[in-house]
């Protein structure tokens, strides 16, 4: 264990804290570019109470609208556009992970002149590494990805098909109001993605990382636990404050670096997602809830007292000295039931994809993100034929 | 759950960060205020390597040694004294939970002309709320207080017998160097008073926290679980860098507000031990010892599910429908057993300390903090005839 953590991010949390955002916003600026998705925050009453937060306030706003649910470097170009013709001095996200991980990503393309994916990891590099930003205020309305909470940004060159992601510590947003009552209004199906969304992140990390983080272990589980006690009562009720608020929670410390921190691991199952998401258009966790449990099996034969643990502490099951390999499988087995029974699809052919481009993911991917011999790092390493393996498994 | 949460602390963690002292200190200034203990990092070398470090970077420094156990409000004054004598502009605390505590308030004293006292709560209320304090970048030498990673500090004042303490979000370390090598050389019964003090900090915020955090739960008992396993590695052989390593960091973690968080909770085992170790000097963590599992059983009888929740995470034990308050008194017999079998102590008598003051403590402890109502806050709020039940029950 040796590393450097620092997370700046102020978070206000709980249900009516949406009536803050001005007093907070005005700690920050004068003018913000107010970034928005497909409109459902117009449609529930969110936007509209945001802005009479920050008109109370004094704060003027600009608006960006449309951000993708997998979000296009050309809707961070529009953004840093409008931002700049409106003279914005802040960037408030108010939406899902898609809108948080755009307005990152606009906060430091507003005050760069050049092409913003210049910033993107693609071909193994950032062209450009931004060194200034404006100070962006994060208003999730989804219980899913943490960005509110963290530095990274993932975000799509629908040109070239390239779904790629940069993490700087400049990217931290200011503030987080993170105001369960702003998801009771999320539906099921998504309720019941960003479930699995979380639970991967964490997964991703324990699975993944150095193998001498107990606490960090004691902390993921901690976090699965308590998705999956909470998780299925938000997706059955979704005015569930109780509900909403825990799994709010836990998405936010699932990937705000508290249970993955000294861990150094790699996310290999993302890095898969992103490249078939970047042909499909898929939700990114209904990608994650097919290629997880698919990854696990082929990972459990390598790093099996792992999967033994895994399956101990989450499941209860008890492994005997014969049978290591059978117990990991088992608690697979019942991690996948969990996803099953929340209605995420744990097949390719559920989402109508066949195998015509598995290897083209699997190459796609390692152009991305590669261990200098050819392998996607992770516990263990991939080839191309790991991959198109693990992605023909979920067929 | 309704909070806030700004943790700005840069975390630098890892065997042999030592060396990156000056590197690190020469983003906050040129001139330190090194502060120091009774002079255990001399006779370890850490003070001539730390030195060493800010020589290398071209800091200069300053030195206020000799703070003591329970850090008195007259070193802090001395060392604000010094700090203004020689134009120091950061504070570097290079020891335990005493010294870091000290270097926080010496941070802001250096700054205020006033009596520093002023700024420790006592009578109910702090007289000054400083507003500036210089940088400060601990470097803990003991793992115990996680002092290093968060805004509090308890101060004794000798003359007024009153031990009390400051937490504001300006005494935030702007970096802490936590390197286990420093750790190495504690002794057994230093290293387990650590143990003891750590989890006191998280089994605080557990018990008397609002009941509605059950990722904070599962968080608690992960430091709890790993502190039990690791602990009593570092105790049998403080060479296990590996051992020294997770206490160092579950130190941390107790009490930088992770666990903690959102659970709002008042911290009353340690209100009552600041009374009892201002009249005795006596290690912060002994007393913790021996009230801690005194209160607990008295607690358990109001707060039982809790308590079996402990004894059934912790221990593995399982309460049935009729024997709940047995279930956890038997968890709380098994924790007082561990900490006596890493040679805590669990009786005032092992200490030397007698009945005559009890009815003092209980009556000193409710003029730093109580409800208002004449009884000291946490689950379930006590009475002075509580309290002295409790202190004559470990007796």
């Known amino acids: 264990m040796n590393f450097e953590y620092q997370n700046p991010t102020r978070i206000i949390f709980g249900a009516g804290n949406l009536s803050r955002l001005g007093e907070v916003a005005g700690g920050y600026g004068k003018k913000a570019l107010l970034v928005t998705g497909g409109g459902s925050v117009k449609r529930s009453g969110v ?21 993708e649910p997998n979000p296009r470097i050309t809707s961070v170009a529009r953004g840093a556009e409008i931002a700049r013709k409106e003279g914005c001095d802040m960037i408030i996200a108010l939406g899902g992970g898609s809108v948080m991980d755009a307005s990152k990503v ?31 205020i994060t208003v999730p309305t989804l219980a899913a990805t943490g960005s509110e909470a963290n530095c990274g940004a993932v975000i799509t060159n629908e040109e070239t098909k390239v779904k ?68 299925p009562k938000a997706i059955a009720d979704g005015n569930d404050l109780a509900a909403r608020t825990q799994i709010q929670w836990s998405a936010l410390v699932a990937l705000n670096g508290w249970v993955n921190v000294g861990t150094n691991a790699p996310y290999p199952v993302h890095m898969m997602e992103h490249t078939v998401s970047a042909y499909h258009d898929i939700t990114h966790a209904a990608g994650l809830s097919i290629i997880n449990p698919a990854w696990m099996r082929f990972a459990a034969r390598t790093n099996t007292a792992k999967f033994v643990q895994f399956a101990e502490r989450i499941f209860g099951l008890k ?27 744990t097949r390719f052919s559920e989402l109508g994809i066949d195998d ?32 198109v393996g693990i992605f023909r498994s979920a067929l």
């Open 47 to 67: 936007f509209g109470r945001a802005v009479a937060s920050l008109t109370a306030a004094g704060i003027a706003y600009a608006e960006c609208t449309g951000v």
């Open 106 to 136: 606009i906060s430091a393309a507003t005050l760069y002149d050049g092409d913003p994916w210049d910033m993107i990891l693609h071909g193994q590099e950032h062209v450009y590494v931004p060194t200034e930003a404006l100070p962006v």
């Open 164 to 231: 790629s992601f940069i993490q700087i510590p400049l990217l931290y947003p200011k503030a987080a109001i993170v105001d369960p009552e702003l998801t009771v209004s999320v539906p099921k199906d998504q309720t019941a993605y960003g479930v699995c969304d979380l639970i991967t992140h964490v997964t991703e990390a324990y699975f993944n990382g150095s193998g001498t983080t107990p606490i960090q272990d004691r902390f993921a589980e901690g976090v699965i636990l308590t998705a999956m006690e909470w998780g």
């Open 319 to 345: 492994a005997t000295a014969t049978d290591d390999l059978a117990c990991a499988l088992e608690g697979i087995d019942r991690f996948e039931q969990f996803l099953r029974s929340i209605d995420c699809p």
């Open 356 to 387: 015509a481009l598995f290897e083209t993911y699997a190459t796609d991917t390692l152009k991305i993100v590669n261990d200098g011999q050819g392998n996607l790092p992770g516990i263990p390493v991939m080839s191309v034929a790991d991959m």
